[in-house]
């Protein structure tokens, strides 16, 4: 029998398909479920003398231009407590107000000095993993009639991933350059660039996660098969998995930052909420 959802929350995978592959990674995540207190911790790290945002500003074309995220290098970090989706959006949300704050998977080990490097001497996913996720989305097309700066489109991409993150409640921000205009009145981005947070009912390890959204991608043709500037063929999944498999990898929360002459179309109350939906 598959693991069940924790008041609407998230599962992760139990039920038998067709695929060996996929069938096996299922029976390990299962096997290795333990039962684990209700709240959780989650690594919030500030950047030190820099923001963590982007930042859009007009170019000399007249069309928004992004100023990448500050490469921050030493950070000081603390413990968030999170006892469900609830929680989770609580943090997020708080967070968001400011320019230098991101989230990791990763736990500090043995206690890190104040400030310390974001690297994997000093942090590191626990053994049993994480209850919570963030899936990245980066301009996933919508059909017609959906735009992609609207709540129907966050839909889309839940419908996009396997059923057990359906008909759950779940955090939602949209990504930076979401609703951001180009000079001749047009979206810069015309898909769907959001993250998704859901907390998961047990740790599960990112890179177990990894393994089985990317099974997902391959067997629904959620990617995309490209050639690199090498030339090379290159297949791109439609989750990014760097914030999943790197426990340090940057989970940007801030809302973006836009300069005199920057239009945006997405009010920043629109940018982010809590989904509650009920099974």
Same mark, same amino acid.
């Given at each position: 029998?598959?693991?069940?959802?924790?008041?609407?929350?998230?599962?992760?995978?139990?039920?038998?398909?067709?695929? @060996?592959?996929?069938?096996?990674?299922?029976? =390990?995540?299962?096997?290795?479920?333990?039962?684990?207190?209700?709240?959780?911790?989650?690594?919030?790290?500030?950047?030190?003398?820099?923001?963590? &945002? =982007?930042?859009?500003?007009?170019?000399a074309t007249g069309n928004p231009e992004v100023v990448p995220y500050a490469k921050a290098k030493q /950070?000081?970090?603390? *413990?968030?407590?999170?006892?469900?989706?609830?929680?989770?959006?609580?943090?997020?949300?708080?967070?968001?107000?400011?320019?230098?704050?991101?989230?990791?998977?990763?736990?500090?080990?043995? !206690?890190?000095?104040q400030p310390t490097l974001r690297n994997l001497n000093h942090f590191a996913e626990p053994d049993e993993?994480?209850?919570?996720?963030? $899936?990245? /989305?980066?301009?996933?097309? #919508?059909? #017609?009639?959906?735009?992609?700066?609207? *709540?129907?489109?966050?839909?889309?991409?839940?419908?996009?991933?396997?059923?057990? /993150?359906?008909?759950?409640?779940?955090?939602?921000?949209?990504?930076?350059?979401?609703?951001?205009?180009?000079? &001749?009145?047009?979206? !810069?981005?015309?898909?769907? &660039?959001?993250? %998704?947070?859901?907390?998961?009912? !047990?740790?599960?390890?990112?890179?177990?996660?990894?393994?089985?959204? =990317?099974?997902?991608?391959?067997?629904?043709?959620?990617?995309?098969?490209?050639? @690199?500037?090498?030339?090379?063929?290159?297949?791109?999944?439609?989750?990014?998995?760097? %914030?999943? #498999? &790197?426990?340090?990898?940057?989970?940007? %929360?801030? $809302?973006?930052?836009?300069?005199?002459?920057?239009?945006?179309?997405?009010?920043?109350?629109?940018?982010?909420?809590?989904?509650?939906?009920? $099974?």
């Amino acid at each position: 029998k598959p693991p069940t959802s924790q008041s609407g929350q998230a599962t992760q995978p139990g039920q038998a398909t067709p695929v @060996n592959l996929a069938a096996a990674l299922a029976a =390990k995540l299962k096997a290795t479920a333990q039962p684990v207190p209700a709240a959780s911790t989650i690594t919030a790290l500030k950047a030190r003398g820099t923001a963590a &945002n =982007k930042k859009w500003i007009i170019g000399a074309t007249g069309n928004p231009e992004v100023v990448p995220y500050a490469k921050a290098k030493q /950070f000081t970090w603390q *413990l968030k407590e999170a006892d469900g989706i609830v929680g989770l959006a609580h943090v997020v949300t708080q967070l968001s107000k400011f320019p230098d704050w991101i989230l990791i998977r990763g736990a500090p080990i043995d !206690r890190p000095p104040q400030p310390t490097l974001r690297n994997l001497n000093h942090f590191a996913e626990p053994d049993e993993g994480c209850r919570w996720v963030m $899936l990245d /989305f980066d301009d996933i097309p #919508v059909q #017609v009639g959906v735009s992609p700066i609207e *709540l129907a489109a966050i839909e889309v991409l839940i419908q996009k991933l396997p059923s057990e /993150f359906h008909n759950v409640t779940y955090f939602y921000q949209f990504s930076s350059s979401s609703g951001i205009l180009n000079s &001749n009145g047009t979206l !810069r981005k015309s898909g769907v &660039n959001a993250h %998704v947070f859901f907390w998961l009912n !047990r740790p599960v390890h990112g890179k177990d996660l990894d393994a089985w959204l =990317k099974l997902h991608c391959i067997e629904t043709g959620f990617l995309k098969k490209q050639f @690199n500037s090498a030339d090379n063929p290159r297949i791109t999944y439609g989750i990014d998995p760097s %914030v999943l #498999v &790197n426990p340090v990898q940057p989970h940007y %929360v801030d $809302l973006p930052h836009t300069r005199a002459g920057v239009k945006c179309i997405l009010a920043p109350e629109q940018r982010q909420g809590l989904i509650e939906k009920r $099974l």
